[in-house]
Structure formats: structure tokens, C-alpha cells
């Protein structure tokens, strides 16, 4: 079964930095699509990066420049660093995982940027 655990979520002022972790269990890591959504109060789940297995990545326009996917194999862990946050970067931050029909989701992470 697969499972995807997130954390960092919190709240920080304008300007500030998170660092979102997501933990995966139960799916083969280094050959799934990795990936980070959000979802606003009132908004669509709108897709904020992802990773794809050769380490290759691709971002939002609007979080281009700011934020940045990673991921550890050896730990099975997927990131992303935010940094210069702002207001209307609060959201509900959600892993997402998948492997040709397989996919999975994380419960998500609150993120709150006090302006």
C-alpha cells in the first residue's frame, strides 16, 4: 500500500522559507514521477512542481525562481524548499506520486504566509 506522509507546513511572514518533506513508503521511489500541489481556500488544486525519476524538473510559472523539488532515494523523500514566500502562497501543499496508472496522494500540509 502506498503511503505519503508530508510535513514542514507551518506558518512564516513575507519573505520567508519553508522547507516541505514527504515521506513515501510502498511504491518503487527512484522510478516514480514525484510531484507537489496546492490547493487554496476557494481554488483548484493547481500543480506546483515535479521531478520526474532522471532528476529533471519542472515548476509553475508562478513559483519559478522561488521554489525548488528535490529527492533523496536513499531516504524515499521528496522536498521542496520555498523561499521569498508570499500571501498568496498560502494553501493546503499536497505530495502526489506516480508510476504509469498507479498514483497516490498525501493527507497535505497547511502553509500560511502572514503578509
Known amino acids: 500500500q502506498v503511503q505519503l506522509v508530508e510535513s514542514g507546513g507551518g506558518l512564516v511572514q513575507a519573505g520567508g522559507s519553508l522547507r516541505l518533506s514527504c515521506a513515501a513508503s510502498g511504491i518503487v521511489f527512484s522510478f516514480s514521477v514525484l510531484a507537489w500541489y496546492r490547493q487554496a481556500p476557494g481554488k483548484q488544486r493547481e500543480s506546483v512542481a515535479r521531478i520526474l525519476p ?15 523539488i528535490s529527492r533523496d532515494s536513499r531516504k524515499n523523500t521528496v522536498y521542496l524548499q520555498m523561499n ?32
Not at 501543499?93 to 504566509?113: I, L
Request: with cysteine.
Open 54 to 68: 532522471s532528476g529533471s524538473s519542472d515548476y509553475a510559472n508562478s513559483v519559478k525562481g522561488r521554489f525548488t
Open 84 to 115: 521569498n514566500l508570499t500571501p498568496e502562497d498560502t494553501a493546503v501543499y499536497y505530495c502526489h506520486a506516480s508510476r504509469g496508472q498507479d498514483v497516490a496522494w498525501g493527507q497535505g500540509t497547511q502553509v500560511t504566509v502572514s503578509s
